[in-house]
């Protein structure tokens, strides 16, 4: 099909002049909207303002533009129908042969926690998806493109076959607008579900991303869906498995709570290490220490470049994954002598939105907000007679920071700069403290003057009392029991200083 006219409208301009202009080369008439009408205008390529050729004005804040029989009729008749010939002639309908539109940034605009539920509403597209799908309906004549990466093929098809789009391309075209429709309507109603009171049902479409040679275990089919390809990179070694993607998750939550350099060390997802400092190399000296023997098939994470000190370090172990921003040169070619060695380059997407986190259950699947800890000014939530000091209060951010990640019953202990025992998974928080305690006692290290963090309050003085006696000066917990009046007190006898955040952190 020969183009000869195409509708323009876009949110996202990228590359859009180059592309317009070739399109007149090719003698196509340019009808657009508003914002890109206006750079088309500025860069000198031919227009005409939709306004102009519906003969309808622009209203509502630009709300009303595109949805007029001119512009539907000309994208839904079909070519090769009499009547819907005669029907477009008879109103003055013209063809429209090709759609260029990418939709308002909906995602981008309520992954800034700071928006309000009506700024969100404002990015909701009407007129978008509307000629969208109307084209991709009768993909048959109409080309669509919803990305700005399809413009070249776009062009090239032209190119060959005398300015007209095989219908090949325009198939191809057509379900990718269908794909993101669909995945912009579910965005939109995933928000609103988590903002309103009312729930309404969930829909799921997630592209493809790998099938994995088995789940959890070898006997257990599995497949990675999503977009964890755009997070991460594979630089080296085999094929990620089910578990592996498990434990990359966890790595990358974990390392986000920390702006110093830092590198984490974890095991079926649970951290067993974590340290900072200047010096990589020193950060990784911190975080072994804490547990020499469970590192061993663990995951390693930093978010820092990984330097070749650092890699000499972590190549005297065996580990499954090394996960980085990236690798230094040297780094890299020392750790791929290693062939099973997977090395992932985690990429900084500042504009990702956090996701809801969906886990399956019998009969259905719960849908939860992810753990992001409001603002908290510790310091007022000092609950004791004694406050921490300055170098406690590092202390005990470090704890808050590792716990959180930690399976519940969760205790960490911890200095300013790195663990010094972990107890996770617990049916007791009493046990967990032991498991920390008895942990830090194997990697002989000394909890004298160290902090506690508990994911969950201690229901009873009995778990602070055992932090006190393994040396821990201070503690930070949510706070909330029955019987918190009587911990405070134990506390107070002992001197320490504690904080209740009034934030839990379960992690089941």
């Known amino acids: 099909m020969k183009i000869q006219r195409a509708l323009i409208s876009v949110s996202d301009k990228t590359g859009l002049v180059d592309f317009a202009r070739e399109l007149v080369g090719f003698g196509v008439q340019i009808v657009s909207t508003g914002g890109t009408a206006s750079l088309l205008q500025k860069e000198g390529v031919p227009v005409q303002e939709i306004s102009e050729y519906t003969g309808f004005p622009e209203m509502l804040d630009g709300r009303v533009k595109t949805l007029h029989p001119k512009v539907h009729g000309g994208l839904l008749y079909l ?18 042969d090709l759609v260029v539109v990418n939709l308002y940034p909906f995602e981008k605009t309520i992954a800034n926690p700071e928006t309000t539920l009506e700024q969100a509403i404002e990015q909701i597209d009407i007129g978008g998806p509307s000629m969208l799908r109307s084209a991709a309906k009768n993909y048959r004549s109409v080309t669509v493109v919803v990305d700005p990466s399809d413009y070249a093929d776009v062009l090239e098809n032209m190119r060959a076959n005398d300015g007209a789009t095989t219908l090949k391309l325009r198939e191809r075209l057509g379900i990718k607008v269908f794909v993101t429709t669909s995945q912009y309507d579910q965005a939109i109603a995933n928000y609103l579900n988590g903002k309103q009171e009312t729930t309404c049902s969930l829909n799921l479409s997630l592209p493809v991303v790998a099938r994995l040679r088995y789940g959890e275990n070898p006997h257990q089919t599995a497949a990675l869906y999503g977009q964890f390809d755009e997070l991460f990179q594979k630089l080296h070694g085999k094929e990620l498995s089910y578990n592996n993607i498990l434990d990359i998750t966890a790595a990358s939550d974990l390392i986000e709570e920390f702006e110093q350099p830092t590198v ?11 340290g900072s400092d200047p010096d990589l190399r020193e950060a990784w000296n911190k975080a072994f220490a804490t547990d020499k023997q469970a590192p061993f098939g663990g995951i390693i994470i930093c978010n820092r470049p990984l330097s070749e000190p650092l890699a000499k370090a972590i190549s005297e172990i065996f580990s499954e994954v090394i996960i ?29 939105p956090r996701e809801n986190l969906i886990r399956s259950v019998v009969g259905g699947v719960l849908v939860q907000s992810p753990d992001i800890e409001p603002a908290i000014d510790w310091e007022a939530r000092v609950v004791t007679r004694r406050k921490p000091s300055p170098e406690e209060l590092s202390a005990l951010r ?17 200095g ?4 010094l025992g972990v107890g996770a998974g617990q049916m007791s928080r009493v046990d967990a403290s032991r498991i920390a305690i008895w942990k830090a006692a194997d990697a002989g290290l000394s909890l004298k003057g160290s902090a506690i963090g508990s994911d969950a309050f201690f229901p009873f003085p009995d778990g602070l009392i055992a932090a006190a006696d393994a040396g821990a000066t201070c503690a930070i917990q949510p706070g909330g029991s029955v019987k918190d009046p009587e911990v405070i007190a134990a506390a107070d006898e002992r001197n320490m200083a504690m904080i209740f955040t009034g934030i839990r952190h379960f992690k089941h």
Not at 416 to 419: E, N
């Open 264 to 274: 984490a060390i974890l095991k079926h997802t649970n951290p067993c290490g974590v």
């Open 79 to 96: 070519r090769d129908h009499p009547e819907h010939v005669a029907q477009a002639q008879a109103h003055g309908i013209a063809p429209i």
């Open 416 to 419: 300013a700069d790195r663990t």
């Open 398 to 414: 470090f704890a808050w920071n590792v716990v959180k990640h930690v399976k519940s019953n969760a205790i960490v202990y911890a």
């Open 324 to 352: 980085a921003p990236d690798f230094e040169p040297e780094a890299r070619a020392l750790l791929q002598k290693k062939k099973n060695l997977r090395l992932i380059r985690k990429i900084h997407r500042p504009d990702a």
